[in-house]
């Protein structure tokens, strides 16, 4: 009987797997899976990496617009100090260098933001000026919508007037020419000489840009409206426009 129980013990063994042979069953399988996941995660990395090397790189699709509107939204943000080539590449996310393909260094990036602010503030200007005919209401609505764009855009404004424009640049001498056309529209100064023309502008300008400045500086500390004030030097300067268009009338 219990030679029979040995033969049954002996013929049941081989039907199951040793635990060595168990393990190294384990062990194998255990492989298999992870050669299986290492190959997929291969084709999935090597499938991103030829998506990240076709994406075109932030500096490669750069223009010199999207400079000058980061520059004008620095500027606006934080002053005129934050006009700068490596802050307007920082608010980019790109590198400097990267700047200097487009514009040539600070300099180069200040020129374009005053001019691209005096195009805005010229075609907002007429914009505001169009429907007006009477001289005196334009040079009231013109003014005040000089002092606004001031008050609006105070670091804009200043850069916008720092900038020595210069009548040889074929781009500046443009705006140069489209001021003078605004300044004989809205004060009816078709028929003054050249060098009358010039007078008024400088006067115009020196009164309002020197107003302007010294209300930014808070330097207007006596009880009376500057608003008020600023109405008076207005109609203060029709009056010395008057003076020289008759000057000029004389001499020619």
Not at 90 to 103: E, Q
Not at 199 to 206: G, S
């Amino acid at each position: 009987m219990s030679r029979g129980k040995c033969q049954i013990g002996h013929a049941q063994s081989p039907s199951f797997l040793s635990k060595v042979n168990y393990i190294h069953f384990l062990v194998n399988y255990l492989n298999l899976i992870l050669r299986a996941v290492n190959s997929q995660f291969s084709i999935l990395n090597s499938q991103f990496s030829i998506k990240k090397m076709g994406r075109p790189l932030k500096e490669n699709s750069l223009t010199p617009q999207d400079v000058i509107t980061a520059a004008i939204d620095c500027l606006d943000r934080e002053g005129e100090s934050a006009l700068g080539v490596n802050r307007v590449a920082r608010s980019l996310g790109i590198k400097p260098p990267a700047i200097y393909k487009h514009l040539d260094g600070n300099a180069g990036l200040r020129r374009a933001v005053a001019l691209e602010i005096w195009h805005n503030y010229l075609t907002d200007y007429q914009r505001q000026t169009t429907d007006v005919t009477e001289p005196r209401a334009l040079l009231l609505i013109g003014a005040q919508a000089t002092r606004n764009f001031a008050h609006r855009y105070p670091a804009r404004y200043t850069v916008m007037m720092q900038y020595q424009l210069q009548p040889t640049d074929p781009e500046e001498a443009k705006i140069i020419y489209d001021s003078l056309q605004v300044l004989k529209k809205s004060l009816q100064l078709y028929e003054l000489s050249d060098d009358a023309l010039i007078d008024v502008m400088r006067m115009v300008n020196a009164a309002i840009y020197g107003f302007i400045i010294r209300e930014q500086s808070e330097l207007m500390t006596l009880h009376r409206d500057p608003a008020a004030s600023y109405e008076v030097m207005l109609d203060a300067l029709l009056v010395a426009i008057d003076y020289i268009r008759h000057s000029d009338n004389r001499s020619s």
